[in-house]
């Protein structure tokens, strides 16, 4: 498959096809969202490495070894669901104190990218026109309930414009599974934007038989490929937002000067490539904000694109900060993968952390499960915090270093070596 030249992030094979992804309704998805909230799921997720046969593995490699350069690092950047109760959308009085912590609000978009070599993979693995982001924005509130999502809450001013994290989901998931995570973050003053990848989410992979039809999974699983080109279009998007429907409520609320990146699994593949990855340089040019800060929880790197290009993975003094968290027993995303991307980054760098969870698995310590999940939430937050410029009296490199250690349960680090990874074997299937 070759990617289109003015496009190098979209796959265009010859047999597109004139379909696309379904629209959600807002306020029916997000509102059985929340009614699903309490739902248990055995979620896999499988490593996009993996998915393509001998021959295009093969194909691939020799191709990535013709393009990658010598070049070490990337070059400075620019510089620039849910639905528990409903809210109405009165003004607040602005006010310069911020709160201790705020309620959650949000309202999603449906934005539908279009145009030449804009695709996703489909089922069959053939290219389709177009990519439908629901993109699900919370927000800090004052108009909300305590431990619930306010659906269309009144944004609140205090202490605002707020910073901004952009969030990839993984596989078999939406951002719903991780909703204590987020929410965790826009309590502490954050805005949270939350795209549904078109092939990725949970509702396209069941809708297709999910993992009892391994072809399709793996189809769908290889339009990962596509989503940091997701991530610059609702970058985007986000600076005309306040012209958007219902986005005049948020005009001003958004501090599109500090923004962060996060994700989980494949997600948090895709945002360590569009940060690091010198082969999506061409994409990351387009970034219409500078990234500051990536969070890649249970991530690793990419070892080549479906052309055949990634280049190699480094950082240098203009790079965002990185805080990457692994578990030190997921056989999803190995100790080995984490420790190899964070070694490839270390020494360029110039604000990173290293936190690993002693014996989690791969999923459970994003989506809520004791007693890793306050670690994430707490260092994750005093991380963006103090990368982002946010409640600065409270935030330093020692708070990130405290709220990442606890005995028995989670360690942080600056470095990492080989020689203290664990070896954990991969799941089948994973």
């Given at each position: ?288 904000s500078a990234v500051k800060a990536v969070a890649v929880l249970s991530g ?99 708070s990130i270093e405290t709220a990442g250690a606890l005995s028995g349960v ?21």
């Amino acid at each position: 498959m070759t990617p289109e030249a003015n496009r190098p992030r979209r796959r265009v094979p010859a047999n597109a096809q004139s379909t696309g992804p379904a629209r959600l309704d807002t306020a029916a998805h997000l509102a059985s969202r929340h009614q699903a909230a309490s739902r248990k799921r055995t979620i896999r997720r499988r490593r996009a490495g993996v998915l393509l046969s001998t021959l295009v593995i093969v194909a691939a490699i020799v191709a990535a070894c013709n393009a990658v350069t010598s070049a070490s690092s990337k070059p400075p950047k620019k510089t620039a669901t849910s639905g528990g109760t409903t809210a109405s959308t009165k003004p607040q009085t602005t006010t310069t104190t911020l709160p201790a912590s705020f309620d959650v609000g949000i309202h999603a978009f449906y934005w539908d990218e279009k145009g030449p070599g804009i695709t996703h993979v489909g089922p069959t693995g053939a290219a389709l026109p177009g990519r439908l982001l629901t993109t699900e924005v919370r927000y800090p509130t004052l108009d909300g309930s305590a431990g619930t999502e306010s659906l269309n809450a009144s944004p609140a001013t205090a202490g605002g414009p707020y910073p901004v994290i952009v969030f990839a989901h993984g596989f078999e998931t939406e951002p719903l599974d991780y909703a204590g995570l987020l929410d965790s973050w826009v309590r502490a003053g954050f805005v949270v934007v939350s795209p549904i990848f078109p092939d990725e989410n949970l509702q396209t992979v069941t809708a297709a038989g999910g993992m009892s039809n391994p072809a399709v999974a793996s189809a769908l699983e290889n339009d990962v490929y596509n989503e940091p080109g997701d991530i610059v279009y609702v970058l985007k998007r986000l600076q005309d937002l306040g012209a958007q429907p219902w986005g005049s409520h948020l005009r001003g609320v958004l501090n599109l000067d500090d923004v962060g990146l996060a994700g989980q699994s494949d997600g948090a593949n895709v945002v360590a490539a569009l940060s690091f990855a010198s082969g999506l340089d061409t994409l990351d040019a387009e970034m219409p904000s500078a990234v500051k800060a990536v969070a890649v929880l249970s991530g690793s790197a990419w070892s080549y694109l479906p052309d055949g290009t990634i280049g190699t993975y480094g950082g240098s003094s203009t790079s965002p900060a990185l805080l990457q968290v692994q578990s030190d027993a997921d056989g999803c995303n190995t100790p080995a993968d984490g420790t190899d991307l964070f070694a490839s980054l270390q020494a360029g760098v110039r604000a990173k952390w290293f936190v690993t969870l002693l014996g989690a698995d791969h999923l459970g310590p994003y989506e809520g499960v004791a007693p890793w999940a306050s670690v994430v939430d707490a260092v994750t937050t005093k991380f963006f915090e103090h990368e982002l410029h946010w409640r600065s009296a409270s935030s330093s490199a020692a708070s990130i270093e405290t709220a990442g250690a606890l005995s028995g349960v989670a360690e942080i680090t600056t470095a990492v070596s080989d020689s203290t990874v664990p070896q954990v074997s991969l799941i089948p299937g994973c």
